[in-house]
C-alpha cells in the first residue's frame, strides 16, 4: 500500500520560507556512489529493488525525487479552497486532511518565497497549475504536463503556489519535483530558468506485436533518436556525454517496451509510482518500488495487468563528488554552507520584488507565459 500521507510531504518540508532557512537540520556529509561494474559474463538488469517512501531515494547526479499529489477541493474567488480551512496549522499545514494541503500557504496552497543555492529543480507537473515568481523578477503559470528547470546556482528565491483555479470541478494536483545536483565549478553561476511546455516535449509511441501501446515522454536526454528540449546551460544535463535522462513511460494494459541501454558507469533508476503487476527484466517489482537496474542491458518493461501503468526512470553519470546538504542549500563542504546562510541573510538573493510573498497571478485557467527579465 502507498504512504500517501508521508511521500509526498518532503517536498514542503525542504520548501522552507526565508523565515524558517535555519531550523533546517543539518543532513550531513554524502559521498558519491561508485558504480559496481562487475565483469561476469551475463550481466543481470536488475541491481536492486527498494520500497519508495515519503522520499524517494536517488543515484548521483540526483538529489532525490518526490510524487506530490493531492485531490484539492473546487476553489473561491481567491483561488484557494472553497472548503473551509479550520483545524488546519496554517503556514505548516503537512497532515493529508481531507486527502489536501495547504503546506506553507495561509490563502492558497503552496510554496511562498524560499531560497535555493547549488542545485536544480526540476518540476514536473502532471495535473494542476504552479504559479511561479521569484526574485529576479520572473514570474508566470504552467501546468498540465509542462515542466520549469530552475538552475538555482549562487543564490535565487523563488516561491511555487498552487492556484485552484477551477470554481466549478474540483482542483486535482499531481507533481513531481526532482533536485538535480550541480557539479562544483557551476554551483555558484548565474540563476537560470528554462521552460519546457507540453507540446514541446517529444513522445514516442510504441506498439507492440500485440498492438498495445507505449508512450514515453522525454523530459531530458534522448531515445530512439529522438531528444528531450535542451536544458538550461550550466545544467550538469547539458553534457551529452552525461547522460542525463528523466523519462515519464506509460505503459497500456499488456504493452511491453524495451529501454535502450545507455552508456557504463550511468546510474538508472526504475521508479513504478501508479498501476500493479509491472514485469521489469521479467521480474515483478510491486508498486511503489523503485529497481535500479544495470545500465549496459536494454531493459523489458511489461504491463502484466489490466489497467494503465506509469513509470519514471532517472538515469545519469554519476558526478562523483562530496554532497554536503542542509534543507535548500546544496554545496561541497560545510564553510561553502555556511558561506550560503550567511549570503543569504545579507543580500536575500536579490529581495524579493512581489507584494506578496504567496504570489499568484491572475484567476484564468488558462496558461500565462513566463515572462523573464533582460537580466534573467
Known amino acids: 500500500m502507498k504512504n500517501k500521507s508521508n511521500r509526498r510531504d518532503f517536498l514542503g518540508k525542504l520548501a522552507l520560507g526565508a523565515s524558517?532557512?535555519?531550523?533546517?537540520?543539518?543532513?550531513?556529509?554524502?559521498g558519491s556512489k561508485e558504480t559496481d561494474?562487475?565483469?561476469?559474463?551475463?550481466?543481470?538488469?536488475?541491481?536492486?529493488?527498494?520500497?519508495?517512501?515519503?522520499?524517494?531515494?536517488?543515484?548521483?547526479?540526483?538529489?532525490?525525487?518526490?510524487?506530490?499529489?493531492?485531490?484539492?477541493?473546487?476553489?473561491?474567488?481567491?483561488?484557494?479552497?472553497?472548503?473551509?480551512?479550520?483545524?488546519?496549522?496554517?503556514?505548516?499545514?503537512?497532515?493529508?486532511?481531507?486527502?489536501?494541503?495547504?503546506?506553507?500557504?495561509?490563502?492558497i496552497p503552496g510554496f511562498p518565497g524560499h531560497p535555493h543555492r547549488g542545485f536544480e529543480t526540476i518540476t514536473v507537473v502532471r495535473k494542476g497549475m504552479v504559479d511561479h515568481a521569484d526574485s529576479m523578477g520572473a514570474s508566470g503559470r504552467y501546468g498540465d504536463g509542462d515542466v520549469q528547470w530552475m538552475t538555482a546556482g549562487k543564490g535565487v528565491q523563488h516561491s511555487e503556489m498552487f492556484p485552484l483555479v477551477h470554481q466549478d470541478k474540483e482542483n486535482p494536483m499531481e507533481l513531481f519535483q526532482i533536485w538535480l545536483n550541480l557539479p562544483k565549478r557551476n554551483?555558484?553561476?548565474?540563476?537560470?530558468?528554462?521552460?519546457?511546455?507540453?507540446?514541446?516535449?517529444?513522445?514516442?509511441?510504441?506498439?507492440d506485436a500485440s498492438g498495445n501501446k507505449a508512450e514515453i515522454e522525454l523530459i531530458a536526454g534522448d531515445m530512439l533518436d529522438k531528444n528531450a528540449p535542451a536544458?538550461?546551460?550550466?545544467?550538469?544535463?547539458?553534457?551529452?556525454?552525461?547522460?542525463?535522462?528523466?523519462?515519464?513511460?506509460?505503459?497500456?494494459?499488456?504493452?511491453e517496451f524495451t529501454v535502450p541501454k545507455t552508456a557504463a558507469g550511468v546510474n538508472r533508476t526504475v521508479y513504478f509510482y501508479e498501476g500493479t503487476d509491472l514485469l521489469v527484466a521479467g521480474e515483478k517489482l510491486a508498486e511503489y518500488h523503485a529497481a535500479?537496474?544495470?545500465?549496459?542491458?536494454?531493459?523489458?518493461?511489461?504491463?502484466?495487468?489490466?489497467?494503465?501503468?506509469?513509470?519514471?526512470?532517472?538515469?545519469?553519470?554519476?558526478?562523483?563528488?562530496?554532497?554536503?546538504?542542509?534543507?535548500?542549500?546544496v554545496m561541497n563542504t560545510r564553510q561553502e554552507i555556511q558561506q550560503a546562510f550567511e549570503d543569504y541573510h545579507s543580500t536575500q538573493f536579490g529581495g524579493w520584488p512581489w507584494p506578496d510573498y504567496g504570489q499568484v497571478h491572475d484567476s484564468l485557467p488558462t496558461l500565462m507565459e513566463l515572462k523573464k527579465p533582460d537580466n534573467y
Open 20 to 30: 524558517s532557512a535555519l531550523a533546517i537540520p543539518f543532513l550531513g556529509i554524502t
Open 231 to 255: 536544458p538550461p546551460p550550466d545544467s550538469w544535463a547539458a553534457e551529452q556525454n552525461n547522460y542525463v535522462g528523466v523519462f515519464n513511460i506509460k505503459l497500456d494494459a499488456g504493452a
Open 37 to 107: 561494474m562487475n565483469e561476469s559474463t551475463e550481466i543481470q538488469p536488475i541491481i536492486s529493488i527498494k520500497p519508495l517512501g515519503f522520499q524517494w531515494e536517488t543515484a548521483d547526479p540526483f538529489l532525490f525525487c518526490v510524487h506530490h499529489e493531492d485531490r484539492y477541493p473546487k476553489g473561491n474567488a481567491q483561488m484557494g479552497p472553497v472548503d473551509s480551512l479550520e483545524g488546519r496549522q496554517l503556514g505548516q499545514d503537512f497532515n493529508l486532511k481531507d486527502g489536501w494541503r495547504m503546506y506553507h500557504g495561509k490563502t
Open 292 to 329: 535500479e537496474v544495470h545500465p549496459e542491458v536494454d531493459l523489458a518493461l511489461k504491463n502484466d495487468s489490466g489497467k494503465t501503468i506509469k513509470i519514471l526512470i532517472l538515469q545519469g553519470k554519476p558526478i562523483s563528488e562530496p554532497v554536503v546538504q542542509h534543507g535548500p542549500f
Open 187 to 207: 554551483k555558484m553561476v548565474e540563476p537560470h530558468f528554462k521552460m519546457l511546455w507540453n507540446d514541446t516535449i517529444p513522445v514516442i509511441t510504441s506498439t
